[in-house]
């Protein structure tokens, strides 16, 4: 009866997938599960069964991408980037959109899974929710989180210094002379809402700045209206507004004109991602800008790295963003 990896397993008290990768020794694994693999394969004269591993080592030139959302500009110009980078190592990418749903998130993952792709990029749409199916993902083929992470660690992950984002929206409204800034952002339910959230909340205090409570709902124009109509029935408008996006800024600018209320002069408006729309609007959108081609660049690195089976500490990359000024925000001392 010819030994299989599941016996081998079985045998070393660990799963199949930890099993595959301490034999294959592509993907890192403990020093105790490699040894108790190892001893196990051994014991048993596991031989590897040559077409499955024949089949394994193939490549099939694709790296599959899931994304929250296709209708949001900043996915599509993070996946343009990632586009380029691949073909330049010979690699063609799957994209699939989550829509925003774990459920759905999961099923694509089993499709590019099913379809041998040699490694999965994904942003995933919900911090906790989204973790079982990446964890499970990552241990069936290589995998780098991009932009947004789930909570529970364990893979790489590539993305925007969010903290530093803030800091430069921040601190430019006070350079302007703002005393008293608002937030408009997403609900907490992906990594990129609550590190924002945090970075603005963290700069506002360095900074000494009032602040009231934060409007958190969709990155989406239709929430920066509508959080716009709330600012604007309220006691009395900020000196400047920080969105989460420039979505949501777009939305905030448009309730802001309906309501008569002149953008820099009243309020002082800024946005973060810089793709799209953000330059043409009126006025121009000041907004702070992913660095989405170097993400681009690093999650192409790492995902090659775990691709060859590296073994190194899981890495998470924060590249710096970069304050790009327009004509929503006051100029330094204006
Ligand atoms: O615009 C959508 C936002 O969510 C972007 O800022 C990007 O970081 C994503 O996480």
């Not at 008290?13 to 990768?21: D, L």
């Not at 959109?97 to 041998?116: F, G, K, N, V």
């Not at 920066?224 to 900020?238: C, H, T």
Request: charged share 25%.
């Amino acid at each position: 009866m010819r030994v299989t990896i599941h016996d081998v397993a079985r045998a070393a008290g660990v799963s199949v997938a930890s099993a595959s990768r301490a034999l294959s020794g592509r993907r890192k694994v403990t020093p105790d599960v490699a040894e108790r693999v190892n001893r196990a394969a051994t014991d048993l004269g596991y031989q590897p069964n040559a077409v499955a591993k024949a089949l394994r080592d193939q490549t099939t030139g694709t790296i599959g991408m899931v994304v929250p959302g296709i209708g949001n500009p900043f996915f599509t110009t993070m996946v343009e980037a990632l586009e380029r980078r691949l073909q330049e190592n010979g690699r063609d990418l799957l994209l699939c959109s989550s829509q925003y749903d774990p459920l759905i998130e999961a099923r694509r993952l089993e499709t590019l899974l099913s379809r041998r792709v040699d490694g999965l990029i994904i942003s995933p749409c919900d911090i906790e929710a989204s973790a079982p199916a990446v964890l499970s993902a990552a241990g069936r083929a290589p995998l780098v989180q991009v932009d947004r992470y789930i909570e529970a660690g364990g893979t790489d992950w590539v993305g925007l210094d969010d903290d530093a984002a803030l800091a430069q929206a921040v601190e430019h409204v006070a350079a302007g002379g703002a005393r008293t800034v608002a937030f408009i952002g997403s609900r907490l339910m992906n990594s990129s809402a609550r590190l924002r959230l945090s970075g603005f909340q963290l700069a506002v205090d360095r900074a000494g700045l009032e602040t009231v409570a934060p409007l958190l709902g969709e990155f989406t124009h239709e929430w920066g209206m509508q959080a716009g109509r709330l600012l604007l029935g309220g006691d009395r408008m900020p000196d400047a507004v920080v969105c989460g996006n420039d979505e949501i800024a777009i939305g905030l600018l448009r309730a802001l004109r309906l309501g008569g209320v002149r953008v820099p002069q009243e309020v002082a408006v800024v946005g973060i991602d810089d793709v799209g729309h953000a330059a043409m609007c009126d006025p121009p959108l000041t907004t702070v800008a992913q660095p989405v081609d170097e993400m681009a660049t690093e999650a192409v690195r790492v995902l090659e790295q775990v691709r060859l089976g590296e073994r190194r500490p899981v890495q998470r990359i924060a590249i710096a963003p970069r304050l790009v000024v327009r004509e929503t925000s006051r100029r330094t001392e204006e």
